[in-house]
């Protein structure tokens, strides 16, 4: 399948600071990402959908000036978690759309998340 | 009503059985589903799409699609100790996916 990097793998800071989160579509464009968060024992939850050159649509109760999405190119997206506090520890996983020859354009393939924890 | 419901499980199978995972979705209009596996502590990982009704196969996973019952299932047949994971169902919206909660999967030697 289509590989879908994240860096960092994991991530200690300090409450307050800002943490930057990259996602990278290695062997493809990706026009589309979407950036997601997983809280122990429960299902993954949509933050935002980042489109390439444009602003990101934030899901209703994600705050935009929390999480800065910015895709400045077809192969990655960033997410900055700002002035982060401890409710924000979580699991932060990104995933992007595949399009090219027989697959489908809606499949999403995810990255191997980043685990944020905020002291 | 959830729009993505799976049972949570855990759902406890022997090494070798067949184990069966289901889901119901709420949009009748819904087209495409999808099912990924995710182990603890990592990302989720496709396993398979589905658009069209019946089943689709691809080695050991068998999907099923009922639409008219909005319903998705997933077999595994001949399951294996490192089938052991949780079964996420998804179902996609204007472009997103929606997910349900999972269900928790034990394959037992």
């Known amino acids: 399948g289509a590989v879908v990097s994240q860096h960092p793998s994991w991530v200690i800071c300090k409450s307050g600071t800002s943490v930057k989160i990259e996602c990278r579509s290695l062997d493809f464009q990706a026009t589309t990402m979407f950036w997601y968060r997983q809280f122990p024992k429960q299902s993954l939850m949509l933050m935002a959908t980042s489109n390439e050159g444009s602003k990101a649509t934030y899901e209703q109760g994600v705050e935009k000036d929390k999480f800065l999405i910015n895709h400045a190119s077809l192969t990655l997206s960033t997410l900055t978690v700002t002035s982060a506090h401890p409710e924000d520890s979580s699991f932060y996983i990104c995933?992007?759309?595949?399009?090219?020859?027989?697959?489908?354009?809606?499949?999403?393939?995810f990255g191997p998340g980043t685990r944020l924890l905020v002291l | 009503q959830k729009e993505v419901e799976q049972n949570s499980g855990p759902l406890s199978v022997p090494e070798g059985a067949i184990a069966s995972l289901n889901c119901t979705y709420s949009d009748r209009g819904s087209q495409s589903f999808f099912w990924y596996r995710q182990y603890s502590g990592k990302s989720p990982e496709l396993i398979m799409f589905i658009y069209s009704n019946g089943d689709k196969e691809d080695g050991r996973f068998t999907a099923q699609l009922n639409k008219a019952s909005q319903y998705v299932s997933l077999l595994i047949r001949d399951s294996q100790p490192s089938d052991s994971a949780t079964y996420l169902c998804?179902?996609?919206?204007?472009?997103?996916?929606?997910f349900g909660q999972g269900t928790e999967l034990s394959v037992k030697p």
């Open positions: 998804a179902v996609l919206k204007g472009g997103k996916l929606i």
């Open positions: 995933s992007a759309n595949l399009a090219g020859a027989g697959e489908s354009l809606e499949t999403q393939y």
